[in-house]
């Protein structure tokens, strides 16, 4: 029940949705843990074919060009319509949206909330209308285990009580089921995802005999804080946009040796350089104290609160980070439309694979497709 889930149960008014959540709806879904926000061409001076463009670049040669032409086309009037839902976007006094830089990005293209808090912020507008709904029934504190299937269509899924273990599991049968399960951080040493999320819900379409796509494109986030924890908590991708600098223990900026882009080098090159610091001990860091300074306090409200739970003060010291799984790109195969290859199954958000974001997602696409499919 993350952000595709509930947008999508939105959508299908007047049909009758049933949503299965495993934690009290909006809980345990990586969306509301996403912090730069979604992607979309809303300065004149920007346009979708640009963001289509970038999209294309960092995803390593095998984004689906049509899909990223209709998905950055959809982009604006989804941010407007969220905005009518109560999505809360920061604005300008002039009430133009404000937009955040990301990696890979030409231009700032992020619309955020309160810097930060984006997915939060979403998935608690969206938690309301929800839950408003006549036509949505929520059920809470149960997984989907098994897909129903009958002459080679899907009729339902097989469902069980998440507490005390799984309990013994009931059908529930439906004229069309929607997947929108998430990734699978969990599995990897190290995720900045809610750690259930293991795929299960791809392996569960998987046994179905549906078709799963680059189940081995899994996109690691460089800036996770390296502080102990798992999950590990984010250093938004929108600081080095402001102009947070990667050092090592020497002091080195060693992302400028690496890229031309330096820190706002697509994803995939930054955490390859993070993760090779890592492992030769040299302990990357982001610096934020230049170029942000005592602003993080107040523009960066969720990683300052990460800080200080980890004892470090961002306004004084530099955050220690690594590479983390953090985005499951792979996932069950869809069309345009989002249907899979079974019938009676479609699947949206991180569970699906629509070739949008190829072997690396450009930051903030995530949301972007969990809203348009
Ligand atoms: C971030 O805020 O750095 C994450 C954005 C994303 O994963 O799209």
Known sequence: ????????????????????????????????WAQGG????????????AHARDTVLAGAGTVDRNVAQSVTAEA???????????????????????????????SARVVRVLGDQAGAEIMRALAVQVLKADHIQVLDGVMATRLEVSGGRVIGVAVAQCSGGLSKSIALRGPAVLLAGGGSGGLFALTTNPPRIRGQVIGMAARAGAQIADAEFVQFHPTAMACGLDPAPLATEALRGEG????????????????????????????RAVYAQTQAGLQPALDTRTAIGAKILTDFPAVTQACRLAGL????????????AHYHMGGVATD??????????????????????GANRLASNGLLEALVY
């Open 38 to 49: 979604v992607a979309a061409a809303m300065d004149p001076t920007d346009s979708p074919n």
């Open 336 to 357: 345009m439309t989002g249907q899979s290859s079974l019938a009676g199954l479609w699947a949206c958000g991180e569970v699906a694979s629509t070739g949008l974001h």
């Open 244 to 271: 947070a600098t990667l050092i090592n223990r020497h002091g080195e900026r060693f992302m400028r040796g690496a890229h031309p882009d330096a820190e706002l080098a697509p994803r995939d090159i930054v955490a």
């Open 76 to 106: 604006c009037a989804h941010i407007l319509d969220l905005t009518g839902l109560g999505a809360p976007f920061d604005r300008t006094a002039e009430g133009t949206y404000v937009l955040s830089r990301e990696a890979a990005h030409s």
């Open 313 to 324: 003060d961002p306004v004084t010291q530099p955050i220690p980070v690594a590479a983390a």
């Open 1 to 32: 029940a993350g952000l595709a889930a509930q947008y999508a149960a939105l959508k299908l008014a007047p049909r009758p949705v049933l949503m299965l959540s495993p934690e009290p709806l909006g809980e345990g879904a990586s969306s509301s």
